[in-house]
């Protein structure tokens, strides 16, 4: 078997896939797929400049991790080359193309695995497993939030350089806080409606939103608010059930669940990740990807999945701009 393993874009998500592919695979050798001019040190790696280099060394999987406007082009190339894919989030920044992407990776049978990797948390997963047996009753309404100061997000580098600041690379909110969209699907089921806002609140230099507001319904009929902001400077992420015996809440920053019951008038935690014994979402995440290769069964996440979340997305911007709520 072929132990070459191919990462496009290596930025700080493409420098994390490259430390767990020496991991979890400490015999692959890494090849890095870096656009022309691209500076930094790159170490213990391969870096070839066209993808026709990259192609040539018949990579066994890609992982694509630069910014979301270039990936369905180098996605599309590597389908048709026949070599699965570890996509990072969101599978693009435009609803445009990914039907068709979606029918060349079935055309070609290929796995296409997308990175919404918060699935994978051990936490969430409990939190998940909380509301399957009911603990909190019937869901009635679902609050998501996640926020943090975006200078903070990567100290070492300029904010306004980043691809989080910026159209052009698909940054903003909206998409680069995806997760919340995704795994709000995966726990609730689909989108029926939404009523979107894009707005910029702080004082930070960019040309994209910092700031989305979603208020939805569910096609089950329940109803869910979701804030997605650059701007808290205290980070946080959340996701609060209000049922009817009581409430249930995820805390992605504490890795806790926890229920308040009306029955016992108390809050009880469900759930607290040990440190000494965390499973890391990365690893779970790519460690289920490696699973799905050698099984051939469809990922967690697949391709379907990043469209639905695109979907969701176009329709808070026709949302926002038309002032009035739209139907999925």
């Not at 943090?148 to 691809?163: A, C, E, G, H, M």
């Not at 009581?246 to 008038?265: A, F, N, P, R």
């Amino acid at each position: 078997m072929n132990d070459a393993i191919l990462i496009v874009g290596f930025g700080s998500i493409g420098k994390r896939h490259a430390r767990i592919v020496s991991e979890m695979l400490s015999e692959a050798s890494v090849i890095v797929l870096r656009r022309p001019g691209s500076t930094g040190e790159v170490e213990g790696v391969k870096v070839v400049q066209h993808l026709d280099e990259a192609l040539a060394t018949k990579p066994r999987f890609a992982i694509l991790a630069g910014p979301s406007p270039f990936r369905l082009d180098v996605a599309t190339q590597l389908v048709e080359a026949g070599i699965p894919l570890l996509l990072e989030k969101p599978l693009s920044n435009r609803l445009q193309g990914t039907d068709d992407f979606f029918a060349l990776c079935k055309e070609h049978q290929v796995i296409v695995q997308v990175g919404y990797c918060l699935r994978f948390a051990p936490s969430l997963m409990a939190f998940k497993a909380a509301l399957a047996e009911k603990r909190c009753g019937d869901v009635h309404q679902i609050k998501a939030e996640v926020g943090q100061y975006l200078p903070d997000w990567r100290p070492d580098v300029d904010y306004r350089k980043s691809v989080s600041a910026r159209k052009d690379m698909g940054g903003g909110a909206l998409l680069e806080l995806s997760h919340e969209i995704d795994y709000v699907r995966w726990l609730f089921g689909d989108v029926a409606t939404v009523t979107g806002k894009l707005e910029n609140i702080s004082d930070l230099e960019m040309d994209v939103e910092d700031f989305a507001s979603l208020d939805i319904t569910f096609e089950n009929g329940m109803a869910g608010l979701i804030n997605l902001d650059m701007v808290q400077r205290q980070a946080t992420r959340k996701c609060e059930v209000i049922g009817s015996e009581g409430t249930l809440i995820w805390d992605g920053i504490e890795k806790t669940v926890k229920l308040y019951s009306s029955e016992t008038d108390q809050w009880d935690t469900l759930y607290e990740e040990n440190q000494k014994t965390s499973s890391d979402m990365y690893m779970n995440q790519f460690q289920h990807f490696l699973n799905c290769l050698e099984t051939g069964d469809a990922p967690l996440v697949g391709v379907e999945d990043g469209i639905k979340v695109l979907e969701i997305v176009e329709a808070v911007r026709q949302s926002h701009k038309e002032g009035q709520s739209v139907t999925l």
